[in-house]
């Protein structure tokens, strides 16, 4: 279809090119001769029938020039539109028919692309619509044609088996129509574009396929027309591939795959498999031929080769590869072959062209090298008994080397002559050489017994070899007490008994057996314990060996011991000895002991732990005031002690005695004025051992009477209660100094003369509070006590200020309130009757001579909180002391600086309320101090000792 001239063109075979339709000077009209007239509109595509006629679309004509050359209208007229299904196809109107194709039947199928349909007429000259609905789109896959949906489809082919191929253009498909009626797509996922070669088509892009057609051998053949150009092939398989388009040469004469074409429309193949396409933007029709394979001549060589050996093969048609199948042999490029496995091999000889390969087999068998396999059969015949050898290569001869002694017939059977050894051989060989196999027979007598030798009686556990003077027998026992090997008569004893053994000498001459008896004894084991009861430092350590065997003797012996007094010893029989552990844990101490009983001797030993006895770590005299209660500790060195004591009467001493376990807390009441002695007597057990000891303690007598203490706390306070006042309404007489003292309470601080003082009680529990008097002659001061009980409710701690001429304290949680002062010199407290509120005014408040505070009370605890606290300070002292924390409120960091008239060194102490201790460090007084404390946010106190005395101070860690 020459679309531009307006002509139906045909080349013949022998490629002379003519015009048969259009051309003519006449106006067309249906059943002129075709080439007198001109075509209604430029030709599109074209096919051909069976009886060669020749069926074109042009514009909105289908026409037929029939093999006489006459045109005639097959459907549609001069007007585009869609009509006449069911009736005859030359009254049928279609729009822009385009590709077109015939079957074997007569039939006629159109597509009908501006209809969206593909339409058929048949031999009868009726119109139908076959696939598509009208509606342009994509539907219907795997339903009937008739009710699926098209897109510009442009070309249509029938193929052998009657199903019709459409090229569905707009959407990139190429679908398929059965006879059946179903439609389904075999190309194309509806995404335009080049992809999938190698892939299922079903699975490959499309772009815009303009033209479809089918091969003799069933591929299927698609121009893909947008932009770059292809042509591609889907074969039987279903597999699609690109056969031209994928180069960049537009010339004639290359393969097609190096091609470059431009836009091609219509396609087809002739029954030689030559594809033809119309390059349209190229204004040419192009063929792509089929390619010949090359024409190879046979292989010629040796078609043998041996094992490990090599012959060459060759071929008159050069440039071919070589190359072995199976792997039995191998081949290098020169054609040179190698046996490798014996057996048959093809060697194939390869040679390529463009259009493909052509290869020529050669067989050739890989003879092995003569290997005479191994002999096998009997070994050792008697004189005039005969064997037959056997040796798994076959087609070998047999030799012996001394006929005298032995003769080997053809078969492989051996006859015994004479006693001694012959050497058989077997040798095969072919043309790839020779190989001999030996055998070694040895012609026997009949076999003797012999005679036994070795010893006849061992110990269980031993061994010892028994021999025999005929070699070659085998030994054997079924008794328990021994096993016995029964090559080389290795006996080894098990346990007591009476063994019996044979020897037997086996021959094909025939048995001989030899039997005799091995006795076994035991090794002696003690029967006694060998982990006997540990025994105490010093006490007898009495030990008898005992053995089952009548008779045992038993010697034993002892090495030094870290850790037991007693030097290295020996003895026999039985063992006594008192062993001394100079440690404070038990001590393992090992006796080995050598039993002997008929020849046979062991060794055991006898593990005996000694155990420490318990013993007072410290028993010196010490020395206690009349009227004071002490703590007395006993410990020992040795773990797990426990420690019973007496206290026996001493005239003077009260109690009288007394006696308790563990800790002594007593106080003692010396009612003489002499120091007397009393002596408490220590029973120490542990591990079952027991010893004794004596602490003598020296209780001295008060010196003068004891002071009272007046002013005091209540008997019973919450923990953290602070500053509480303690003091006694007498002060001290010229020769005699008081001390304020306590257990589990703090004294923070002490007035002037030390008759009074403030109390802080931080630690749960009881508490004694001691007011001494001492004198200068007297070591123990005359005292009085209060005991305190301390819950554990926990205090709160008010904060007081001053401002605007008013005492305030801070908080509304408190129950009660009650404001006074200390003296500042004396620490004597007053209270300010009517006070009681939460605010105290005071126009004129003496910071200097007074420590103001005030008492709250809350569910059952009170609290003394102080708006400037007392520092603990003793007046009778020379020094002048003060505390500087700042910054107070601090948050990790903040400094501490003691102010004083004196130089010294002091000890820095920080705890929290519940009394533990955060920091403990020297530092000197008239130094600032910089701390770094990552504390939780609260109250805390700061305290410095020195040799004149002690200051306190308290600061806050802010959130």
Same mark, same amino acid.
């Given at each position: ?37 001109? #075509? ?6 074209? @096919? ?22 006459? +045109?005639?209208?097959?459907?549609? @007229? ?6 006449? /299904? ?39 000259? +009726? ?75 079903? =699975? ?52 097609? /795959? ?115 396999? =191994? ?11 005969? *064997? ?47 190989? !001999? ?20 009686? +061992?110990?269980?556990? =031993? ?26 008569? %290795? ?113 055991? *030993? ?25 703590? %007395? ?58 010893? !004794? ?39 001290? @007489? ?36 001691? #007011? ?43 129950? @009660? ?96 309320? #519940? ?19 990552? #504390? ?24």
């Amino acid at each position: 279809a020459d679309f531009l001239h307006n002509r139906v063109r045909k080349v013949s075979s022998s490629g002379v090119i003519t015009t048969v339709a259009g051309g003519g000077s006449s106006s067309y009209y249906s059943g002129a001769n075709a080439t007198s007239v001109s #075509l209604p509109s430029s030709p599109h595509y074209i @096919d051909v029938d069976t009886a060669n006629n020749i069926y074109f679309t042009a514009g909105f004509f289908v026409l037929k020039v029939t093999a006489g050359g006459i +045109i005639t209208t097959v459907a549609g @007229d001069f007007s585009a539109g869609f009509s006449g /299904d069911g009736g005859p196809a030359s009254t049928a109107r279609l729009y822009n028919p385009t590709g077109i194709a015939t079957d074997r039947s007569g039939n006629i199928y159109i597509c009908d692309l501006g209809n969206n349909r593909v339409r058929k007429v048949s031999a009868a000259g +009726i119109i139908t619509t076959i696939a598509g609905n009208g509606t342009a789109g994509y539907s219907g896959d795997g339903g009937a044609a008739t009710a699926a949906k098209l897109s510009s489809p442009n070309d249509v082919v029938v193929d052998n088996s009657g199903n019709l191929l459409i090229a569905d253009m707009g959407n990139s498909r190429i679908r398929k129509v059965t006879p059946s009626g179903n439609i389904f797509t075999i190309a194309g996922t509806g995404t335009a574009g080049h992809s999938g070669d190698g892939g299922p088509a079903t =699975a490959a892009r499309l772009s815009t396929p303009m033209s479809v057609a089918t091969g003799t051998h069933g591929n299927i053949y698609i121009t893909d027309a947008d932009g770059i150009s292809y042509i591609r092939q889907i074969d039987t398989t279903g597999v699609i591939s690109t056969i031209c388009g994928n180069g960049s040469d537009p010339a004639d004469g290359i393969l097609a /795959d190096s091609a470059v074409i431009s836009l091609p429309y219509g396609i087809d193949a002739d029954t030689l498999g030559n594809i033809f396409f119309a390059e349209y933007a190229g204004f040419r029709i192009r063929k792509i031929t089929l390619c010949t394979s090359p024409v190879v001549a046979p292989v010629t060589g040796a078609p043998t080769v041996c094992l490990g050996s090599s012959v060459t093969l060759a071929s008159s048609t050069g440039g071919g590869l070589w190359s072995a199948v199976n792997g039995k042999t191998t081949v290098n490029t020169t054609g040179m072959v190698t046996g490798n496995i014996t057996g048959r091999d093809t060697i194939l000889y390869t040679v390529t062209n463009s259009c493909g390969s052509t290869i020529k087999p050669f067989y050739i068998t890989v003879l092995p090298v003569p290997a005479a396999g =191994a002999t096998t059969g009997s070994s050792s015949l008697c004189i005039g008994v005969t *064997a037959i050898l056997v040796n798994s290569s076959s087609g070998g001869t047999w030799s012996s080397s001394n006929t005298a002694i032995a003769t080997v017939a053809d078969n492989g059977q051996i006859t015994g002559l004479a006693s001694g050894i012959v050497t058989i051989t077997y040798t095969i060989a072919n043309a790839c050489g020779a190989d !001999t196999a030996f055998f070694t027979a040895t012609v026997s007598t009949a076999p003797s017994t012999g005679i036994f030798t070795g010893t006849h009686h +061992i110990c269980t556990g =031993a061994t010892t070899i028994l021999t025999h003077s005929t070699a070659g027998g085998i030994w054997k026992t079924t008794s328990p007490y021994i096993t016995l090997d029964t090559t080389t008569g %290795l006996v080894t004893a098990l346990s007591a008994g009476l063994a019996v053994v044979t020897y037997t000498v086996t021959t094909g001459c025939g048995v001989a057996v030899a039997f005799d008896s091995i006795s076994v004894t035991a090794f002696p084991t003690l029967s006694s314990s060998l982990t006997p009861p540990p025994v105490c430092s010093g006490s007898a350590f009495n030990y008898t060996p005992a053995s089952a065997g009548v008779g045992t003797t038993f010697n034993w012996a002892r090495a030094s011991v870290a850790g037991v007094g007693n030097t290295a010893d020996t003895g026999s029989s039985n063992i006594n000895e008192a062993l001394v552990n100079t440690t404070f844990v038990p001590v393992m101490v090992t006796y080995n002991i050598r039993l002997a009983y008929m020849s046979c001797a062991s060794t055991e *030993a006898v593990n005996v732990f000694i155990k420490p006895l318990p013993s007072l770590k410290n028993n010196a005299s010490t020395a206690e005031c009349s009227g004071r209660g002490f703590t %007395l500790l006993p410990e020992s060195n040795v773990a797990g002690t426990n420690f019973y004591w007496t206290r026996a009467m001493v005239n003077g001493i009260s109690p009288d005695s007394a006696n308790g376990y563990g800790t002594i807390n007593e106080t003692l009441i010396n009612a003489t004025a002499l120091p007397l002695p009393v002596r408490y007597h220590f029973v120490l057990s542990a591990g079952g051992c027991t010893d !004794t000891a004596n602490i003598v303690i020296i209780v001295d007598h008060q010196s003068g009477a004891a002071p009272k203490i007046t002013t005091r706390s209540p008997s019973w306070l919450c923990a953290q209660t602070m500053f509480q006042n303690f003091g006694t309404t007498a002060a001290a @007489d010229t020769n005699v100094k008081y001390e304020w003292s306590a257990d589990n309470a703090e004294i923070f601080s002490t007035g002037k003369g030390h008759q009074y003082c403030l109390v802080n009680f931080t630690h749960v529990g009881t508490a004694t509070i001691y #007011l001494s008097a001492y004198t200068s002659s007297a070591h123990c001061p005359a005292a009085d006590t209060f005991v305190v009980e301390v819950g554990s409710a926990a205090n709160q701690y008010p904060v007081v200020t001053y401002f605007n001429k008013e005492f305030v304290c801070h908080t509304n949680t408190q129950t @009660d309130y009650q404001w006074g002062y200390d003296d500042a010199v004396t620490l004597d407290s007053t209270i300010l009757q009517y006070q009681t509120n939460e605010n105290y005014s005071n126009d004129n408040p003496d910071f200097n001579g007074r420590y103001y505070w005030v008492i709250t009370s809350r569910e059952w605890c009170f609290q003394k909180t102080y708006f400037k606290q007392p520092l603990t300070v003793t007046e009778s002292r020379a020094a002048t002391i003060s505390l500087d924390i700042f910054p107070n409120p601090a948050k990790d960091f903040f400094n501490i600086k003691m102010n004083t008239t004196v130089s010294e060194t002091g000890t820095l102490t920080i705890t929290n309320l #519940l009394g533990e201790n955060i920091l403990q460090q020297a530092l000197n007084t008239n130094e600032q101090v910089a701390i770094h404390l990552p #504390l939780p946010h609260g109250l805390y106190f700061v305290s410095v000792s020195t040799a004149n005395g002690r200051v306190t101070g308290k600061f806050t860690i802010a959130e």
